[in-house]
């Protein structure tokens, strides 16, 4: 089975934020084992007394807050640059990513969208794969949060009627709501969420450059990182670029 660890950046709420992003990474089911220790590596160079409690969530590293705060800003600075390697030296994940331009899709909720569209992209790069002789499903696995009820509902929904693509073909059950301290690859997720962020509100390519590559992508086409913008309006981003040239 592929997993797909996905967590959110950005506030519904708050007008501050412009886009709203839903992020992740896709493994195959026996690779979180050795991610997961990867990451308890940088954790034990970081806070060799406790590591397992380390939570790496971006907004944290980055700002020096909770267990961050005793941290040297060049430290955690290194040591988010030192996750995202992890994922950028591996041959055995994917990425995913949406950042939703929350007035674009009023009145809708922009989370739901976002999900919508990766869901879309993961079901596709899953039939990819089967094609290719891959047969495994696919399960997301989130952080909880406020919106458990109204993805595991527009998950059913997805089941039975259907997005506005078409139908899934390759999710094996509704939403798995996990919580991020028992789980690095929710961490994991986090943090390609908040560099998706930090590119599309403050035009910050640092982090996102580490990993943009190991977004799912084929024959030359990347497919699992969107950006929903205003109708008409330009943008030079990634992703609005590749889709301006096809």
């Not at 990451?39 to 907004?59: M, N």
């Not at 030296?89 to 990513?97: A, E, P, W």
């Not at 009023?106 to 039939?127: H, K, T």
Request: glycine share 6%; with cysteine; proline share 3%.
């Amino acid at each position: 089975m592929h997993l797909l660890y996905l967590d959110d950046s950005g506030s519904v709420k708050n007008p501050a934020d412009r886009h709203i992003i839903l992020a992740g990474v896709s493994v195959f089911e026996r690779v979180p084992h050795w991610l997961s220790r990867a990451l308890d590596k940088v954790a034990r160079e970081v806070w060799p007394d406790s590591a397992s409690g380390l939570e790496f969530r971006g907004v944290d590293i980055l700002s020096g807050r909770k267990q961050w705060r005793k941290v040297k800003p060049d430290k955690r600075v290194a040591a988010y640059r030192a996750a995202l390697e992890i994922l950028a030296h591996s041959n055995q994940v994917r990425l995913f990513g949406a950042a939703i331009h929350k007035a674009s899709v009023s009145p809708y909720d922009p989370m739901e969208f976002a999900f919508e569209q990766i869901s879309n992209r993961f079901d596709r790069m899953l039939g990819r794969l089967h094609r290719a002789g891959d047969t495994q499903c696919g399960l997301v696995v989130l952080d909880k949060s406020s919106y458990e009820t109204s993805l595991q509902a527009l998950a059913v929904n997805f089941r039975t009627d259907g997005h506005r693509w078409g139908q899934t073909h390759n999710l094996s059950e509704v939403p798995l709501f996990v919580d991020s301290k028992a789980t690095r690859m929710i961490q994991y997720a986090d943090l390609i969420a908040h560099a998706v962020r930090r590119y599309y509100e403050k035009g910050d390519a640092t982090f996102l450059d580490i990993i943009q590559t190991k977004f799912d992508a084929s024959g030359g086409v990347l497919h699992s990182l969107v950006h929903y913008t205003p109708g008409g309006a330009r943008c030079n981003c990634v992703s609005c670029r590749q889709r301006a040239g096809h």
